[in-house]
């Protein structure tokens, strides 16, 4: 799935539902057009504020998660990579797009690396063509549902 496809199947699911949010006019038009990498942390605020699910599904097995933030997304991610035993070098080579996972999972881990990092960066960002590309490798879908 494509950029343009993610933004067709979100315009499908949410007719007739008017958004309203602090996100820019620059990132809803990005959403809802598939044209810019976008974080996935906005794909995640513009589905809560539209009253839509996201859901990753994993086709092989058919097992549905719903991510309420960025490292859920890692969390899932990292759950389906290890269970097909994908790293993120054959992502790479399978579609030239890097994953980097967060260094951990683990909400006390994070928030100590976050005191260490003086302010730097310490959750690795998502971008909505990595999160495209890493679904492609392992085999899951993003689905958009009404809440």
């Given at each position: 799935m494509n950029q343009e496809q993610l933004a067709d199947r979100i315009k499908s699911v949410k007719e007739g539902v008017v958004y309203s949010s602090n996100l820019t006019s620059y990132a809803i038009q990005s959403i809802e057009s598939g044209r810019s990498n976008y974080p996935v942390?906005?794909?995640?605020t513009y589905c809560n504020d539209a009253h839509l699910m996201l859901t990753m599904v994993d086709l092989a097995t058919e097992d549905k998660f719903q991510p309420l933030s960025v490292l859920d997304v890692h969390k899932i991610l990292d759950l389906l990579m290890k269970r097909y035993k994908i790293d993120h070098k054959l992502v790479?080579?399978?579609t030239g797009?890097?994953?980097t996972p967060p260094k951990s999972f683990i909400p006390e881990d994070l928030e100590r690396m976050k005191s260490d990092s003086d302010g730097k960066k310490y959750v690795t960002p998502l971008?909505?063509?990595t999160l495209l590309a890493v679904c492609d490798v392992i085999h899951c879908e993003l689905q958009f549902s009404q809440k």
């Open positions: 942390a906005n794909l995640i790479y080579r399978k797009v890097h994953y971008s909505i063509k």
